[in-house]
C-alpha cells in the first residue's frame, strides 16, 4: 500500500541552526501539506503545496519557513533559524483530487 | 470560518464494550468530515471520512460515524472495543472546494480496560 515517508524520525537542533524535513509523498498524488503538532496541542495546518506554488499556508508559516519540490519525489520544509518554540512533531500529508489527505508517520524536532 | 470541538478529551471502556466518541462541526459551506486515529509513536491514518453521500459512514476497524447536519454532530461508533483500539482520535473539518487545509480537532484519548 502506498504511503507518505519522513525523514528523520527524530531530530534534535541548537537554536538558531537550520533545518530541512524531508517527506516522500504518494507517487500519483498533486497536493502536498506539512502540519505541526506542539506536544499536548492540536495538529496545525502550515501550509499546502499545488503545482509547484504555495497554495495556502497560515499564520505560523512565517518568513522563517519554506516548502520546496526539489525534485519529482521529495518534498521538504525548512526552518531557517530554529527557535525553542518550534520543537513539535512535524508531519507531511499527501492527497489527490478527492480530498482526504494521507499522513506520513511524522518528524519530531526538538530544539535545544 | 470552519471549527471542530471534540467533547471529551478522554474517554477510558472496557474491552468487549462500545465506542463512542464524540464531535461537533462548525462550518459555513458543507463540509468534508473525517476521523483520523494516531496510535502511540505512529502518523495519522485516516479511519473513514464524510463527503455528502451516505450520511452513515463505514471506516476501517469496524469503527462508523454519522452526518447529522440537524445536530452538526459526527460521532464515532463502534460496537465492540479491541485493546488495539486504544489511540489518540482526532476530528477532523475539511476545507471547501479550492482550499485544502485540514482544521482538526483537540483529540480524545480512547482508553481501553482489559
Known amino acids: 500500500e502506498p504511503e507518505v515517508t519522513q525523514t528523520p524520525s527524530h531530530q534534535v537542533t541548537q537554536m538558531g541552526q537550520e533545518v530541512i524535513l524531508r517527506c516522500v509523498p504518494i507517487?500519483?498524488?498533486?497536493?502536498f501539506y506539512w502540519y505541526r503538532q506542539i506536544l499536548g496541542q492540536k495538529v496545525e495546518f502550515l501550509v499546502s503545496?499545488?503545482?509547484?506554488?504555495?497554495?495556502?499556508k497560515s499564520e505560523i508559516f512565517d518568513d522563517q519557513f519554506s516548502v520546496e519540490r526539489p525534485d519529482g519525489s521529495n518534498f521538504t520544509l525548512k526552518i531557517r533559524s530554529t527557535k525553542l518554540e518550534d520543537s513539535a512533531m512535524y508531519f507531511c500529508?499527501?492527497?489527490?483530487?478527492?480530498?482526504?489527505?494521507?499522513f506520513g508517520q511524522g518528524t519530531r524536532l526538538t530544539v535545544v | 470560518a470552519q471549527s471542530v470541538t471534540q467533547l471529551d478529551s478522554h474517554v477510558s471502556v472496557s474491552e468487549g464494550t462500545p465506542v463512542l466518541l464524540r464531535c461537533n462541526y462548525s462550518?459555513?459551506?458543507?463540509?468534508?468530515l473525517f476521523w483520523y486515529v494516531q496510535h502511540p509513536n505512529k502518523g495519522l491514518q485516516l479511519l473513514l471520512k464524510?463527503?455528502?453521500?451516505?450520511?452513515l459512514v463505514k471506516g476501517i476497524n469496524g469503527f462508523e460515524a454519522e452526518f447529522k447536519k440537524s445536530e452538526t454532530s459526527f460521532h464515532l461508533t463502534k460496537p465492540s472495543a479491541h485493546m488495539s483500539d486504544a489511540a489518540e482520535y482526532f476530528c477532523?473539518?475539511?476545507?471547501?472546494?479550492?482550499?485544502?487545509?485540514?482544521?482538526f480537532g483537540s483529540g480524545t484519548r480512547l482508553q481501553v480496560q482489559p
Open positions: 500529508a499527501s492527497s489527490a483530487d478527492t480530498g482526504e489527505a494521507f
Open positions: 507517487s500519483n498524488h498533486l497536493y
Open positions: 503545496f499545488y503545482n509547484n506554488e504555495i497554495s495556502e
Open positions: 462550518s459555513s459551506y458543507s463540509p468534508s
Open positions: 464524510y463527503t455528502s453521500a451516505a450520511t
Open positions: 477532523v473539518v475539511g476545507a471547501p472546494t479550492g482550499r485544502r487545509a485540514l482544521t
